[in-house]
T-cell receptor, first 113, second 110 residues
Framework: DGGITQSPKYLFRKEGQNVTLSCEQNLNHDAMYWYRQDPGQGLRLIYYSQIVNDFQKGDIAEGYSVSREKKESFPLTVTSAQKNPTAFYLC????????????FGQGTRLTVV | GDSVTQMEGPVTLSEEAFLTINCTYTATGYPSLFWYVQYPGEGLQLLLKATKADDKGSNKGFEATYRKETTSFHLEKGSVQVSDSAVYFCAMEYGNKLVFGAGTILRVKS
């Protein structure tokens, strides 16, 4: 079955540590996205990539980094510079064509302890 | 800048009541518009979409019409069920970016 997979589902991190969230898709989509979800604030765009080896900052990129070395994979690193990293992180992918919807993973809940 | 505004929740309804969740957008062109639904602890699923003015998207009894003159895409359902309890997000696709509203929590009581 085609889909988009995020792992792990739950992640705990100590303050000051970097952590990487995985996102893999086998839908052959060119575009991939990372969103952060906080209660009452909806989804905020962290980074997005329209094509392999290229990515752009979203609205809240500070304290995060990404790579896009393969079409299927778009990992997100939450660095120690991110002041408030506890949140629900959602990865999505879509074809590059206009008017097409995005497909979402199940999300990773990151908690800093 | 480009943005999506939707009504604040939570919205609490009794089963079989009529549902409206308002959504308006701000964009310099003509974006595609979407409604997504999120069940507890899960990612988002596409509920319906409309790609041009006056288009009506529909799915599972939900409907929304793309109104260019009012820049709106309100979600409606004639008779809600307990299983419709979820968070609903309005979104627009513009310039290859997806912009989301803040989400509206819907709670349906039996």
């Amino acid at each position: 079955d085609g889909g988009i997979t995020q792992s792990p589902k739950y992640l705990f991190r100590k303050e000051g540590q970097n952590v990487t969230l995985s996102c893999e898709q086998n839908l052959n989509h060119d575009a991939m996205y990372w969103y952060r979800q906080d209660p009452g604030q909806g989804l905020r765009l962290i980074y997005y990539s329209q094509i392999v080896n290229d990515f752009q900052k979203g609205d809240i990129a500070e304290g995060y980094s990404v790579s896009r070395e393969k079409k299927e994979s778009f990992p997100l690193t939450v660095t120690s510079a991110q002041k408030n990293p506890t949140a629900f992180y959602l990865c999505a992918s879509s074809p590059r064509e206009r008017n097409t919807e995005a497909f979402f993973g199940q999300g990773t809940r990151l908690t800093v302890v | 800048g480009d943005s999506v505004t939707q009504m604040e929740g939570p919205v609490t309804l009794s089963e079989e009541a009529f549902l409206t969740i308002n959504c308006t957008y701000t964009a310099t062109g003509y974006p595609s518009l979407f409604w997504y639904v999120q069940y507890p602890g899960e990612g988002l699923q596409l509920l319906l979409k409309a790609t041009k003015a006056d288009d009506k998207g529909s799915n599972k009894g939900f409907e929304a019409t793309y109104r260019k003159e009012t820049t709106s895409f309100h979600l409606e359902k004639g008779s809600v069920q307990v299983s419709d309890s979820a968070v609903y997000f309005c979104a627009m696709e513009y310039g290859n970016k997806l912009v989301f509203g803040a989400g509206t929590i819907l709670r349906v009581k039996s």
